[in-house]
């Protein structure tokens, strides 16, 4: 099946410091990446959209100067939350887009294993 | 706009069957997802509907109505480890998901 790593799975810095978070594709290649984020007990919140080779596109109400995407790859994106602050605690999990099939193809999201950052 | 229902939580015994709704309105259709997120984890895929009916796989089935706007996982001889968050989700302008809230599933013995 198809596999996505992230790295690291933990993190804890200190306010003010930035955090580099990676995610690979490690059997297909992914030319488009999600990134969310997610609260205790509550649903997963789309973040960005990267694109391979572009921009990544944010979404309304993120930040795109605090969390910097970087999709230098067709393996690997990463997403950098710069000045981090206690409110930028979180579960961050990106996905990997997989096309399969031909005529009608499935676009299914393989999902990474999450990163938990912890701001002090 | 895009909207996606699911009960918050459920509680089921082992050994039995427990079918958990997902009612959505978005604009288009491009299927149905169901993933698995245990506590702590990223959530894993089970299953996408794209045509009306039920679709089964092991243990679990889902179940789409595209008229009535509804979907539903069907787990059967429910395990301790079926307890985890089931989230529906529903991809939006061409390559996005929206997720549901996630139904909590608690497994009792």
């Known amino acids: 099946g198809a596999v996505v790593s992230q790295h690291p799975s933990r993190v804890i810095c200190k306010s003010g410091t930035s955090v580099k978070i990676e995610c690979r594709s490690l059997?297909?290649?992914?030319?488009?990446m999600f990134w969310y984020r997610q609260f205790p007990k509550k649903s997963l919140m789309l973040m960005a959209t990267?694109?391979?080779?572009?921009?990544?596109?944010?979404e309304q109400g993120v930040e795109k100067d605090k969390f910097l995407i970087n999709h230098a790859s067709l393996t690997l994106s990463t997403l950098t939350v710069t000045s981090a602050h206690p409110e930028d605690s979180s579960f961050y999990i990106c996905?990997?887009?997989?096309?399969?099939?031909?005529?009608?193809?499935?676009?299914?999201?393989?999902f990474g294993p999450g990163t938990r950052l912890l701001v002090l | 706009g895009q909207n996606i229902d699911q009960p918050t939580e459920m509680t089921a015994t082992e050994g039995a069957i427990v079918q958990i709704n997902c009612t959505y309105q978005?604009?288009?259709?491009?299927?149905l997802f169901w993933y698995q997120q245990h506590a702590g984890e990223a959530p894993t895929f089970l299953s996408y509907?794209?045509?009306?009916g039920l679709e089964e796989k092991g243990r679990f089935s889902s179940f789409l109505s595209r008229s009535k706007g509804y979907s539903y996982l069907l787990l059967k001889e429910l395990q301790m480890k079926d307890s985890a968050s089931y989230l529906c989700?529903?991809?939006?302008?061409?390559?996005?998901?929206?997720f549901g809230t996630g139904t909590r599933l608690q497994v009792f013995p």
């Open positions: 509907n794209v045509l009306d």
């Open positions: 989700a529903a991809p939006y302008n061409t390559d996005k998901l929206i």
């Open positions: 990267s694109n391979e080779g572009s921009k990544a596109t944010y």
């Open positions: 059997d297909f290649q992914a030319t488009t």
């Open positions: 978005t604009s288009g259709f491009n299927g």
């Open positions: 996905s990997a887009r997989l096309t399969i099939g031909t005529g009608s193809p499935q676009e299914t999201q393989y």
